[in-house]
């Protein structure tokens, strides 16, 4: 089984409350991503696991929070969500192995934030 | 820095007829690979095709690509285009050890009968 499984697949969340999503994949992969896709642009990584060693990009530090309690689950939390966090927000994982690999992404939740 | 260029929003191509999505990239990271990532609508992301190997080419469900570093470019070419072929295809570099991915924007294939 290669999937990556994404809960919930559609949210909506009220302007200033918090969003939690979740992923899981039973690959035993050792890294695991989130990463944020606006129409007609690149899916933007915003953070990711290796093992238990959270990495957060720079222009995105503030904005996003993870936690991965085990290897299998990954959840990506917004404290206090705006607008612009309306997006499609796609976890994937990889291993393992050093170095360039492929990815496996699950199906995406789309946020929709008003 | 690192980025992946898609120069194309969106293909349109008749069935029967070749395609080409093309790709370039610049990156500083010594040890790389390729991949086409290929979106159905309302599925995943799947990878379609990868490389590493410079100017070999690669060919998986009738695509087929090659990684040119003198050039810089990984463009994806299939010689039939098929209508199941409609999809989003992204472009991506994997680099390092963490194995960042960075993606181009992505092209809109869309194959008419």
């Known amino acids: 089984d290669t999937t990556v499984k994404q809960n919930p697949r559609y949210k909506l969340a009220r302007v200033g409350k918090p969003v939690n999503l979740i992923c899981s994949q039973t690959?035993?992969?050792?890294?695991m991503y989130w990463y944020q896709k606006k129409p007609n642009q690149a899916p933007k990584l915003l953070l990711f696991y290796y093992d238990k060693i959270l990495n957060r990009e720079a222009d995105t530090f503030e904005k996003f929070q993870s936690s991965r309690p085990n290897n299998s689950f990954c959840s990506l939390y917004i404290g206090s969500a705006g607008l612009e966090y309306s997006a499609m927000y796609l976890c994937?994982?990889?291993?393992?192995?050093?170095?360039?690999?492929?990815?496996?992404f699950g199906k995406g939740t789309r946020l929709t934030v008003v | 820095g690192d980025s992946v260029t898609q120069t194309e929003g969106l293909v349109t191509v008749t069935e029967g007829l070749p395609v080409k999505l093309n790709c370039t990239y610049q990156?500083?990271?010594?040890?790389?690979?390729f991949f086409w990532y290929v979106q159905y609508l309302n599925e995943a992301p799947q990878v379609l095709l990868k490389s590493s190997t410079d100017n070999k080419r690669t060919e998986h469900q009738g695509f087929h690509a090659t990684l040119h570093k003198s050039s810089s470019s990984f463009h994806l070419q299939k010689s039939s285009a098929q209508l199941s072929d409609s999809a989003l295809y992204y472009c991506a570099l994997s680099a390092g050890s963490n194995n960042r991915i960075f993606f181009g924007d992505g092209t809109q294939l869309v194959v008419k009968p």
């Open positions: 990156t500083t990271y010594l040890t790389i690979a």
């Open positions: 994937a994982s990889s291993g393992n192995r050093v170095g360039p690999t492929e990815v496996f």
């Open positions: 690959m035993n992969h050792d890294t």
